[in-house]
């Protein structure tokens, strides 16, 4: 059974600062690898996904990674931003098609 | 990417009562949905799984009796939560995907926040 586990559980840093986000997953037959921000009260809002064939996306400031031998996904924030503040999410996509989803990291961008 | 849209976005109900969520897709055709449970600083946990014309599968623990979900078309999908309780009360997404299965991307809905009184 997959499992995704997310750490740290919560993240302060100062606004300009370059930051990691990890996420380890027990069953490396992951086909992807998606993450996710939620902002208070709020639905999700899907970063970057990274198909099992790929090793990394890129999207503006965010670079997500994937190593499957590993089990291990980092997101990586370049210049926060206090905009930035929210929890980020780490889901997996299994072969059975379902979709787990890590606990999450509340990170929060100091002013 | 594909939107989804899920009705309504939040619900008061009184305890007994019935409540019906909407998920649909507006622009694929969703061949699978997906509804997921989310409690106050919990993550989201998957409810169960539903695939157009046929019976939802609930994953363990979710009585099916309580969480009628029903697929009849391929953009929408609802899920009634029955007689509901204060323990109800939580954060529920629905996701959808389209019909290429493996490396398809699931979008999800803007989620619905039930509150039962």
């Known amino acids: 059974k997959q499992e995704v586990t997310q750490i740290p559980a919560a993240l302060s840093v100062p606004e300009g600062e370059n930051l990691v986000l990890n996420c380890s997953f027990t069953?490396?037959?992951?086909?992807?690898l998606q993450w996710f921000r939620q902002d208070p009260g709020k639905g999700l809002t899907s970063l970057l996904l990274i198909q099992s064939s790929q090793r990394e996306q890129t999207s503006g400031r965010l670079n997500a990674s994937l190593d499957k031998s590993s089990g291990r996904s980092t997101l990586y924030i370049a210049a926060s931003q206090p905009g930035d503040s929210a929890t980020y999410l780490c889901?997996?996509?299994?072969?059975?098609?379902?979709?787990?989803f890590g606990k999450g990291t509340r990170l929060h961008i100091l002013p | 990417g594909a939107v989804v849209s899920q009705h309504p976005s939040w619900v008061i109900c009184k305890s007994g009562t019935s409540v019906k969520i909407e998920c649909r897709s507006l622009d694929f055709q969703a061949t699978t949905m997906f509804w997921y449970r989310q409690f106050p600083k919990q993550s989201l946990m998957l409810m169960a799984t539903?695939?157009?014309?046929?019976?939802?599968?609930?994953e363990q623990g979710v009585e099916k009796d309580k969480f009628l979900i029903n697929h009849a078309s391929l953009t929408l999908s609802t899920l009634t939560v029955t007689s509901a309780h204060p323990e109800d009360s939580s954060f529920y997404i629905c996701?959808?995907?389209?019909?290429?299965?493996?490396?398809?991307?699931?979008?999800f809905g803007q989620g619905t926040r039930l509150t039962v009184v």
């Open positions: 996701s959808a995907r389209g019909p290429l299965r493996w490396n398809t991307e699931a979008f």
């Open positions: 069953d490396s037959a992951i086909y992807n």
């Open positions: 889901a997996g996509k299994n072969r059975d098609d379902k979709i787990i």
């Open positions: 539903s695939n157009e014309g046929s019976k939802a599968t609930y």
